[in-house]
C-alpha cells in the first residue's frame, strides 16, 4: 500500500463535505451597507413584493443551506432565484418567491405559500427530462417525519407546484434507475403501526408515481446520516445510518434493480430488522473515505484478544467496505484505528491485518499497536513487541521535554501535540517515521 498517496487522498476527502451556495445572507439582506450588483436587483424585488420586514428561512439540510439560492432551473443557462422567508406580519407559514432576469431587470416568476414553519431541504434535478432542473423542496421538519414534498416546475413562462404530501424523514433527488430521468427517494423510520419504509418517485407529466417501495428496519429511531451516489462502480444507490439505539447505530443499503426493476434492500432480512454486520456501537458513519466517488461502510470489530462490548473506541478496528451488489459481498477498501477520544485515526497498513491488536491507556492519552499471535489470548496481559505508540501531549509538556524522549512529532493542533514512538525498529512489522506520518489524520469535524 502507497501509504502516503492514500493518506493524502483521504484528507482530501474528508475535508471535501457538502456544497452550499454562497449567495445572500440574512445580514446582508436585511442590514446595511446594501448588496451590488446582481445582489442588489435580487433583493429590490424581494423587499418590493415582502416589505422590508422580512424573516429568512434557512433550509435546515442538504446540499443548499442559503435563504436565497440561484440555480439554472429555466434551462436558458443562466441562474434564476429562489427567495425563502417569512413576512413580518406572519406568525406562521413560509414563502417561496422564484425569480429569473428578463431584459436586465429580476422579476418574479412564481409565488406559492406553505403552511409549515421552516424548511427542511433543497433539492434539484430534471425529473420529467425536459432538460431543466425541477425544484424539490422539504417543508417542515424532517423530525419525526413530518416533512412533506413539493416540486416546482418551469413552464409557460411561470413556475408550477405539484404537491406530493408525502411525509419523510429523509429525502434525496438522483437517476436511479439510469433512464436519464431523476427519481425522488423518500425513507421514514417507524411510527406508531406504520412500518419503516422506503420510496422511489417518478414524475412525469406533472403526475408523481410510487414506482418502487420496501421495508426497512423497524428498529431505527432515527437516521444520523444519509449519503447518496455510487455504491459501486457502475451502481447508483442511498447508504443510511441509523441509530438503533443511543450507543448502536446500523447501516441500511438501498439501490434500483434494473433487471428485476425493483427497488431493493440487502441488509434488511424481510423481518423486522437489518440482517447485516454493519451494526456498530461506534459514531462512524458510512461516507466516500479514499476519493473514489464511491460511498463505503464501515463494518467495526473489537480487536484480537478483546470479547464483549465494553472495550475502549481504540481496541476497534473499523474497515471500510463497497457492496457488490452481483455477489452480494462487501469488498475492502481500507481499515483504520479511530481514537474519537482525542479525535485522530490511524491507517492500518495491509501487512498489519490480523496480526496486531492495541491497548489504550487513557490516564496518558496513549494507544500502543502490539503484535498479535492468535495463541496469545488476552493482550492486555501478554501480548508480542509493541510496534508503535501514539500519545497526545499538552504543548507544555512537549516543549519542556515531560515523557517525551522517543517520540517525534506528527502534528500540533489546539495547544495539543499528537506524536509516536516506533519501541521495536528492525522488526518485519515495524513501520518507518514516514509511514507513521503518512498514516495518521485528525478526525474532520463535518
Known sequence: MNLKLTAVVLALSLLLSGCSFAGLDAETLMRPPKPTGEKAGIHALLESKAGEKITLK??????YRSAIITHDICGDKKDE?????????????????????????????????????????????????????????????????????????????????????????????????????????????SSGDDPALARLYSV?????????????????????SMQSGLINEKQNGVVLDGFKNATTLVTELLYWDKTSKTLCSPFYDGKTKSANTAQRSTSVVSKD???????????????????GSSADDAAYMTNWNRYDTKTNTFVR?????VNYSDGYWFLIPDVWQGKITTKTDTATRTITFYEWSPAKKNPVGVTGAPLLKIQVFSQAEWEK??????????????????????????????????????SFQLINSD
Open 58 to 63: 434557512y433550509p435546515s439540510s442538504g446540499d
Open 81 to 189: 432565484a429562489m427567495a425563502i422567508y417569512q413576512k413580518g406580519d406572519e406568525s406562521t407559514g413560509t414563502n417561496l418567491m422564484f425569480m429569473m432576469k428578463q431584459d436586465g431587470q429580476w422579476t418574479g416568476v412564481g409565488f406559492f405559500n406553505n403552511p409549515a414553519a421552516q424548511v427542511d431541504k433543497v433539492c434539484f434535478g430534471d425529473l420529467n427530462g425536459d432538460g431543466k432542473d425541477d425544484v424539490v423542496v422539504g417543508w417542515g421538519s424532517s423530525l419525526n417525519s413530518t416533512s412533506t414534498i413539493c416540486v416546482y416546475y418551469y413552464k409557460n413562462g411561470k413556475m408550477n407546484e405539484l404537491k406530493l404530501n408525502q411525509p419523510y424523514t429523509e429525502m434525496t433527488v438522483m437517476d436511479f434507475d439510469g433512464d436519464g430521468c431523476d427519481e425522488i427517494f423518500t425513507a421514514n423510520v
Open 204 to 224: 412525469r407529466k406533472n403526475t408523481a408515481e410510487i414506482i418502487g417501495s420496501c421495508r426497512m428496519d423497524s428498529g431505527v429511531s432515527k437516521y444520523a
Open 289 to 307: 473515505i479514499n476519493g473514489d466517488k464511491i460511498i463505503e461502510v464501515p463494518l467495526v470489530s473489537l480487536m484480537p484478544g478483546y470479547t
Open 333 to 337: 477498501v481500507m481499515s483504520m484505528v
Open 401 to 438: 521535554g515531560m515523557g517525551t524522549s522517543g517520540f517525534f512529532k506528527l502534528l500540533d493542533n489546539n495547544n495539543l501535540v499528537f506524536a509516536a514512538s516506533c519501541p521495536s525498529p528492525g522488526r518485519p512489522l515495524s513501520l518507518s517515521t514516514e509511514d507513521v506520518k503518512a
